[in-house]
Structures are given as C-alpha cells and as structure tokens.
C-alpha cells in the first residue's frame, strides 16, 4: 500500500499544463459620451434603483459592498474581473506577485480609462485581498474612480490615505490568490453580490450603496430619474413646511396641481 500511494503521489511540479490559457479576456463596454455621465450624477442610487424596478428590473443592487469613504458619490462605467475557485493545477497560493501579475489582477488595471470603475466579483470571500495599495493606488493613476468589491482589500491603512472611494464588504491581510481564489478573467460578464453586471454598465455609487445600471437603460432612466428627483425635491419643501404627507408624497391631484405650477413658474423665472 505504501508503495501504492509513493507511485501514485500527485506532483503539482511535474504536470502538463492544464487545457486553459489565463488570463481570459473579454470585450470592453462600449463608451458612453461624458455629458450622459455627468447628467447621471443629478440621480441618486435611491432613485436609481426605485426607478429600475418601476420597469421591471428587480436585481440591480450591489447588497453588501459599503463606502470606505462615508460622503463619496460617484458614478462611472464597469472594468469586470470575475474571481474563480483556485484550483492546485492552475495558479499558485505561495508566490504571489510572480503568478498575481500574470493573472487577470495586474491586466484588467490596464483596461482602465478615465471615468471607469472597476467591479471586483471575488465571490463574498472575507479572507481574500483583492487589491492591495499599491493596485490601488494604479488604479487612481490610470484615472479610475474608485471601486466595488464582492469581497475585502488589504493595507487599509494606507489605501485610505490614497483617498480613492471604494465599497468593500471588508479588509484582510491577505494577499488576492493567497486565500484560495483566481483573478480568472477581466472584460467579462460577473456575478458581482448576486447581480449580472456586464462590461461598460454603469455603476452608481455612494452612500445608500451600489446600483448597476445597464447601458441600453441609461436614457430612460435619465429621462425618469431626474423628473423624480425633481418632484421629490418639491415635496420635501412642502412636507418641511408642515404640508400634509397624503398630499405631497407621493403627489395626489391637488398636490400635482401645484408642483405643475412650481415648474412652470421656475420656467418663466
């Protein structure tokens, strides 16, 4: 038996190379022009995400992920990598920057521009560090708005002097493979906290949490979303006033009589 299990023994060392070439890439999002991203920043995550599921769109909500950085808003478009199961044939637990730049890690912080946040889906994982201050403080140089982690990053201390937003579920001293997971593949559809989240969707973020917005939805939202933020702004002035909650929100006839008036006389204004 012994000399069974001698014969026998796996040797990760002596393996052919698995049948999978790494790191797997997609296709960048397409680019939306910049003015529809400043036009987004008028709308808030609530609204977002009421709005989305008014038509239909139930599951566009990042739950977990929160802000290091209590107060930051932003909003940008999605640089994905999917994190996958390590497996001991592919990859490796012990050297890590060796393997690390090799992997989708270091390369999806090359498809970085300006305006893009990157979505991490590291599975919920509280034992992996996903990025680490010097990633970080790559993806601020390459013009990166901040980011969302389904998992945790490391050196906490001084990402946070970096200054850059991020929405973690929190921080480990571990590195990103040293805990048992892949940076697999970047440019590709993820399960980011239960949600699909696809190249170049927009990611709104800030303190109420993360929506993901699909691309083909921007303009309605827009459209929706900032006739609702605008409304809700003339019933949080009367309901400040004293005005009565089952007239001004939401508006019943007579309370929409008047926010109609509202808008009319800011128009001639």
């Given amino acids: ?41 008028q709308v808030s995550t609530a609204t977002c995400s009421a709005t989305l599921n008014h038509m239909g769109l139930t599951r566009a909500t990042l739950a977990g992920p929160r802000p290091t950085q209590p107060g930051s808003s932003i909003v940008g478009q999605a640089v994905t990598i999917q994190f996958m199961p390590m497996r001991e044939d592919i990859g490796s637990t012990v050297a890590q920057e060796e393997y690390e730049r090799t992997s989708a890690l270091w390369h999806v912080l090359d498809a970085i521009h300006p305006n893009d946040i990157l979505v991490m889906a590291a599975k919920g994982d509280m034992r992996t560090g996903c990025l680490g ?29 970096i200054g850059l937003p991020l929405w973690v579920k929190g921080f480990t001293p571990n590195y990103a493979t040293q805990s048992g997971l892949n940076p697999w593949a970047y440019n590709v559809a993820i399960d980011a906290c239960d949600v699909l989240v696809m190249p170049g969707d927009v990611i709104l973020a800030d303190d109420d949490g993360v929506v993901c917005l699909p691309l083909n939805m921007v303009d309605l939202v827009l459209e929706a979303g900032l006739s609702y933020e605008d409304w809700e702004a003339f019933s949080r002035q009367k309901l400040a006033e004293g005005g009565s909650i089952w007239k001004y929100y939401p508006l019943k006839d007579e309370g929409q009589e008047e926010y109609d008036a509202w808008c009319k006389s800011r128009e001639q204004s």
């Fill in 1 to 41: 038996m012994v000399a069974y299990e001698r014969k026998y023994q796996m040797n990760l060392n002596n393996l052919p190379p698995a049948d999978v070439i790494l790191p797997i890439s997609g296709k960048a999002g397409a680019r939306l022009p910049a003015e529809k991203l400043e036009q987004l920043k």
């Fill in 133 to 161: 201050e010097m990633l970080v403080t790559y993806l601020k140089g390459r013009g990166g708005l901040g980011a969302v982690v389904d998992g945790c990053v490391r050196d906490w201390p001084k990402i946070k002097q």
